[in-house]
Nanobody, 121 residues
Framework: QVTLVESGGGLVQTGGSLSLSCVVSGSIWQINTMGWYRQAPGKQRELVANIDDGYSAHYVDSVQGRFTISRDNAQNTVFLQMSSLKPEDTAVYYC???????????????WGKGTLVIVSS
């Protein structure tokens, strides 16, 4: 019913930039909050950034000032623009959306399969 598909991952050098996108498709009443999580090797998945339906954004301290999250409600898409990348940003980045599927009353969390970002020296 609901699918999230990320794109834009890849290999980039330290200090470089990369942009991720995630398209949400399916039978949806509304999308509440969309965000990006990441999981580095040997680490737990952590929230990187999210943005609610009022376009209020939150960032983890480690990416503040370097990453920008945005959303296009008309396209059901969330973006993550990453700059000044560091090796510690290397991780699988997962798209997340809290949304209300058609026929439901409350929001549910959905996840993409992830896209790999590698930052090399």
């Amino acid at each position: 019913q609901v699918t999230l598909v990320e794109s834009g991952g890849g290999l980039v050098q330290t200090g470089g930039s990369l942009s991720l996108s995630c398209v949400v498709s399916g039978s949806i009443w509304q999308i509440n909050t969309m965000g990006w999580y990441r999981q580095a090797p040997g680490k737990q998945r952590e929230l990187v950034a999210n943005i609610d339906d009022g376009y209020s954004a939150h960032y983890v301290d480690s990416v503040q000032g370097r990453f920008t999250i945005s959303r296009d409600n008309a396209q059901n898409t969330v973006f993550l623009q990453m700059s000044s990348l560091k090796p510690e940003d290397t991780a699988v980045y997962y798209c997340n959306a809290n949304l209300i599927p058609s026929g439901k009353w409350v929001g549910e969390d959905y996840w993409g399969k992830g896209t790999l970002v590698i930052v090399s020296s």
